[in-house]
């Protein structure tokens, strides 16, 4: 007999089953907290405010959360009017406007998680350098490659026990800011502050010039972090929430 048949028709489907034991703040809040201020925020907005200016990086930012904003929408009126199980954003618009529709967006969506993967892995390395820059930078990638396939591997309940590790991390390092700010240590004399930038580019490309939505293309995953608790709609107790 297969393991099915002793299932619900609600449990096969996945709208319920013991799987589902992360409520709001471990599966919604912290996932997508974690990747707002993740990679971008601290190798890539200092070069985002260099390159497109004070008023241009607002102007980014702006955009940015716009479209994040309007999504949110989207999808909250969607989640709120379907019998939301496993499957996350594919499982919301396959519902809601049709498996086609649904497979366009679910293909791509998965194969924007590997590749963000990769980023993860890229930013975790140039962190690790410059603090050990004497180690061998395909070492460092593979370790953290392998530790990343390591945790999601094992169980889910260690990744949330690894992103509660990691959210605590990042809030030392938000206080150790906002203390440094307050003690005067991170005071640098500016001469001259640029509303709109010149786009000079960047170190790697040796300054060849960049672009207004080239910049934006680089800060954009740092707004799409409000899709990391709907990937886990199959784990979440009330997805609906």
Aim: no cysteine.
């Amino acid at each position: 007999m297969p393991r099915s048949a002793s299932k619900s028709p609600r449990e096969v489907l996945g709208f319920a089953g013991p799987g589902r034991r992360l409520g709001t703040f471990g599966g919604v809040f912290t996932p997508t907290l974690l990747t707002i201020l993740g990679v971008i925020m601290y190798l890539r907005e200092g070069w985002v405010i260099g390159n497109a200016g004070l008023f241009g990086g607002f102007l980014i930012i702006l955009i940015a959360y716009g479209i994040t904003a309007t999504t949110g929408l989207a999808m909250s009126s969607m989640t709120t009017n379907i019998r939301l199980g496993a499957g996350g954003a594919y499982a919301i618009v396959a519902q809601s406007l049709g498996l086609e529709i649904g497979g366009a967006l679910g293909i791509p969506r998965y194969l924007s998680q590997a590749l963000a993967v990769t980023m993860y892995v890229f930013g975790f390395r140039e962190g690790w350098l410059w603090v050990f820059p004497g180690h061998s930078p395909l070492l460092v990638d593979i370790v953290g490659f392998v530790g990343l396939y390591a945790v999601a591997y094992l169980s889910l309940d260690l990744a949330i026990k690894v992103q509660y590790l990691i959210m605590a991390v990042i809030a030392v390092s938000l206080v150790s800011i906002g203390v440094a700010a307050y003690q005067g240590s991170m005071v640098i004399p500016i001469q001259d502050v640029q509303m709109w930038g010149s786009f000079p580019g960047s170190i790697e490309n040796g300054f060849s010039g960049t672009s207004f939505w080239m910049v934006f293309a680089v800060f954009f995953p740092a707004a799409t972090g409000i899709m990391a608790g709907a990937n886990l709609s199959g784990d979440l107790k009330n997805p609906r929430r």
